[in-house]
């Protein structure tokens, strides 16, 4: 159930956006062949149709980074990248675009936004932030943060992250997430106001409940499978493709080689001379035409990456309902002892060990007016249990119905945002071969002209 | 590879036109201490074409050419005849086909070693037979090497395949080391066999055709080890006199060497490291693939897409073991023959300026010794010749050296061009297939969903 901050009159205005699809969605355009079109993925089937009739749309953009200097909470000087975040306005009749909100973030923040989205909508599959290190580097790219490449790549997934909250049905209501989009100053207060980290479960009472919880829900185990594996499997690709990207790296950079020794050659040469220097240079394009390839193949596997970190995501969802279960399961168990000891002082027996009864048996039986007063006691907090094992079980079967929605509703975003990366990836790789036909053909006529 | 070409007539000394058989060094028995006088020309009767007909003629009528003239029966100098020299392409009147191959081991007590089998066949008249089959072992090439410079040290003798590999050689005899000295050796003879004047040295004859103790026997005749050693002391101490006088274009065709030199060993070394980098390179993707089936096992709707880009990667690999084989095949043993060449090429060098030294040595001491004037000035004459005829046969071998260079490099390149091309194609084409099959899924997917849209 949602747990949406009291405001309601605060709430975002504008509709969710009209997704502008990733940021490489010219690439993907282009894969798509025209029959996909900008990517029209909403939230889902149900919930698009309820937002129709806002007029207007919001875009977002992460359009700027800066390097900043200032002091940190220890008072020390520090270096960090702020990102400027734009959101304009589409008047939805003539599609023109007029700027409403322009601040600057740094990453911290977004993880705060992201750390309180994950407090407030535990059925919520949480879009994940771009990674804080680089990681899955092959030996060009710079695993340094300040790195512009890096920089350059980590201003877009926390544009993707942006416009994947916007686009979600529950969370682009937030009041918090509004907030960030248009309050600079103080925003970080109005988050910690709010008292989340309070709210949140402490990790080890989730990993306790990870151990002790009987009967979970089957589909959530099996979830919960799904993104160890998913998880496993990706990180190995993205690890072997790094290596893979190094050795084609290798391999491009070392014919630039030809390219200079050519040329040095061609001097001596009369007849082969020309033939020669002109081959050289197209040894020299092939060289270079690698960077453009390498950096395109990193977006792709920063899509990869974001799915990486998505299952992460869907473990925390696993885990509240873990949570949740065992938390109902203790209090059922509770309710249930305490049933029974009523029934024991009641009707006398003893069959449960209690140091009521211990002691009774040593210092002598216990007045009827003290048994008496006992039962009572029992009896509210047996009537105070049910009360709360009712809405406990309430809250769980909410959870878990609003949690799978959300599941489907992933699961759907997913195969459609793989299988497109997968299709890219199949683009460029066509490009790359393109690329590679036509050096190699000039090359060869030059060859064949000395 | 096997580029090999018809060698084009170069009509100076050294290098007689047509099927006219060389004197050979081996049968003059050279005198201890000085290096064989070069072949000298036959009898060339200039108003005959340097066409192809000439070739036949010629062929046939050996006989009436006379072997063992020393004086030059030219009508013109030899600097005029080398100014006519044209390179046309021949037509196939290959005479002589050898083939090097079934390497085989041999372990005797006190060492292992390894023979190749060469197969000559040949229409030749001087051959007792048409087809000879043969057994050498490496220093048997060495053998014919030494003796070939010897008799001609100012032509440029074609490469051997190293003696030891220096890095990375773990064992003598494995299989690719033999392989490719195989084919080395095979493209060496082949070279001598297309070779103007070299195709017809006796020792070369004799190491096609001789049985295993008749080539020992030869190669005992022939100066001693003693007198060779002396002739490279007196070698050494020539050219550690440095040449004066170079002409002209001798020292052009050094500089030309010295460069080209530097520039095939950085070639050699650049295509070896392309090789070494594509063989990680597919070694990566052979990892990469599989990955993607893994992946399809957990993900219902996504199997097709994911084993698509599986076998895709899968193909590409093995493209790229066809490009790798095609790059050791057509390109590498040509680079790297020609770096050997280069060696060979300052090895000549060498050789022409020694001989040059020797008469400017003996002309300095008639300027200061007036004693033996005559036996000094009989002496330069003869040394004067012997100058005149290197510096042609040199000259008019590096005519045809280097053409045959540029076409050696030109065709490997193209074909290393070709590979890549090739490479390129055929991934592209697996690509393509694998994105139609995706978008016609789609269409098929998205007509599902819309069937009013029909």
């Known amino acids: 159930m949602e747990q949406a901050p009291p405001d309601a009159p605060r709430q975002l205005q504008p509709a969710p956006l009209e997704p502008l699809g990733l940021p490489d969605a010219g690439l993907q355009a282009a894969a798509g062949e025209g029959d996909e079109g900008a990517r029209e993925e909403g939230p889902g089937d149900g919930t698009m149709t309820e937002n129709n009739f806002w007029l207007k749309k919001i875009e977002i953009s992460v359009s700027e980074a800066e390097k900043r200097t200032g002091r940190n909470a220890m008072n020390m000087q520090e270096t960090y990248t702020a990102y400027l975040i734009e959101t304009r306005s589409v008047d939805h009749t003539d599609g023109q675009s007029v700027l409403t909100d322009s601040l600057w973030r740094r990453y911290s923040e977004f993880e705060l936004l992201r750390n309180y989205l994950l407090v407030y909508y535990p059925h919520v599959v949480v879009p994940p932030l771009p990674e804080k290190r680089a990681e899955f580097v092959w030996h060009k790219l710079s695993a340094d943060n300040m790195d512009p490449d890096f920089v350059e790549r980590r201003r877009i997934g926390l544009e993707n992250f942006l416009l994947r909250v916007a686009s979600h049905p529950i969370l682009c209501r937030d009041k918090i997430f509004y907030l960030f989009l248009t309050q600079e100053g103080n925003w970080k207060e109005t988050v910690n106001e709010t008292g989340f980290q309070l709210k949140a479960d402490s990790r080890l009472k989730a990993l306790n409940a990870t151990f002790r919880v009987k009967n979970p829900d089957k589909r959530f185990t099996e979830l919960k499978h799904y993104s160890d594996e998913l998880q496993s499997v990706i990180s190995h690709l993205l690890r072997v493709r790094a290596r893979v990207a190094d050795r084609l790296y290798g391999v491009y950079k070392v014919h630039g080689n030809y390219g200079r020794v050519f040329s040095e050659w061609s001097a001596i040469e009369k007849e082969m001379g020309d033939g020669l220097q002109s081959a050289g240079h197209h040894m020299d394009v092939y060289a270079s035409s690698i960077d453009d390839i390498l950096e395109d193949e990193e977006h792709y596997a920063d899509q990869l990456k974001e799915y990486l970190f998505y299952a992460e995501a869907l473990r925390a969802v696993c885990r509240k309902h873990e949570l949740m279960q065992y938390d109902l399961e203790m209090a059922a168990q509770d309710l249930a002892s305490k049933k029974q000891q009523c029934e024991e002082l009641a009707t006398g027996t003893v069959r449960t060990f209690s140091l009521k009864g211990m002691t009774t048996k040593l210092f002598g039986q216990e007045t009827p007016e003290q048994r008496e007063a006992r039962i009572k006691v029992l009896e509210e907090q047996i009537n105070e249990g049910e009360q709360q094992l009712k809405s406990k079980n309430l809250e769980g079967r909410e959870f878990v119905k609003n949690a799978w929605a959300d599941i489907e509703r992933f699961k759907e975003q997913k195969n459609h945002d793989l299988k497109e990366a997968l299709i890219s990836y199949a683009v460029m790789q066509i490009s790359m071969c393109k690329k590679g036909i036509q050096v190699w053909t000039n090359a060869k006529e030059c060859f064949s002209k000395m | ?454």
């Not at chain 2, 002391?233 to 050219?239: D, E, G, I, L, T």
């Not at chain 2, 530097?262 to 390179?281: F, G, H, T, V």
């Open chain 2, 1 to 454: 590879m096997e580029g090999e070409r018809r060698a084009p007539r170069a009509r100076s000394c050294g290098l007689p036109a047509g099927g006219a058989p060389a004197p050979s060094p081996g049968v003059d028995a050279p005198v201890p201490g000085r290096s064989g006088p070069p072949a000298l020309p036959r009898a060339e009767v200039l108003d005959l074409d340097e066409d192809e007909d000439d070739l036949e003629v010629f062929s046939k009528d050996a006989s009436l050419m006379d072997m063992n003239s020393f004086s030059p029966m030219m009508p013109t100098s030899p600097l005029s005849m080398i100014n006519q020299v044209k390179f046309e392409d021949e037509p196939d009147l290959k005479d002589l086909f050898i083939t090097v191959d079934e390497p085989e081991s041999h372990v005797t007590t006190i060492e292992t070693f390894i023979t190749y089998r060469i197969i000559t066949k040949t229409s030749r008249g001087e051959f007792d037979s048409s087809e000879f089959e043969v057994r050498r072992r490496y220093q048997d090439f060495l053998w014919l090497k030494g003796k070939l410079e010897e008799a001609h040290p100012t032509l440029i003798i074609p490469p051997l395949p190293e003696k030891f590999i220096v890095k990375g050689m773990v064992e003598r005899f494995n299989d690719d080391f033999i392989e490719t000295r195989r084919k080395a050796l095979h493209k060496f003879l082949n070279r001598i066999a297309d070779h103007p004047t070299l195709t017809f040295n006796e020792d070369f004859k004799v190491f096609l055709t001789a049985q295993a103790w008749e080539l020992s026997s030869h190669k005992k005749q022939g100066p001693g080890l003693l007198s060779r050693m002396g002739q490279t002391v007196r070698a050494v101490a020539m050219s550690m006199r440095g040449v004066k006088s170079r002409p002209e274009e001798f020292m052009e065709m050094n500089n030309f060497i010295e460069i080209f030199s530097q520039k095939i060993n950085l070639i050699d070394k650049i295509s070896q490291r392309i090789y070494k980098e594509e063989r990680e390179y597919s070694d990566e993707m052979k990892e990469y693939g599989p990955i993607h089936v893994l992946w399809s096992a957990s993900e219902e709707d996504l199997v097709d897409t994911l084993k698509g880009v599986a076998s895709c990667i899968d193909k590409c690999c093995k493209a790229t073991e066809k490009r790798m084989s095609g790059l050791s095949e057509a390109l590498l043993p040509v680079v790297h023959e020609y770096v050997l060449y280069s060696e060979m090429l300052m090895g000549v060098m060498k050789r022409r300026d020694q001989i040059q030294a020797e008469l400017d040595s003996k002309v300095e001491a008639l300027t200061y010794k007036k004693a033996d004037t005559d036996l000094l000035t009989e002496e330069i004459g003869k040394l004067e010749d012997k100058v005149e005829c290197a510096n042609n046969a040199l000259k008019a071998d590096w005519e045809r050296w280097k053409h045959n260079m540029q076409n050696d490099i030109k065709s490997a390149f193209t074909d290393m061009a070709e590979e890549n091309i090739h490479y390129y194609e055929q991934c592209l084409a697996t690509w393509e297939s694998f994105l139609a099959s995706q978008t016609d899924l789609h269409m098929e997917e998205t007509s599902e969903d819309k069937p009013e849209s029909h």
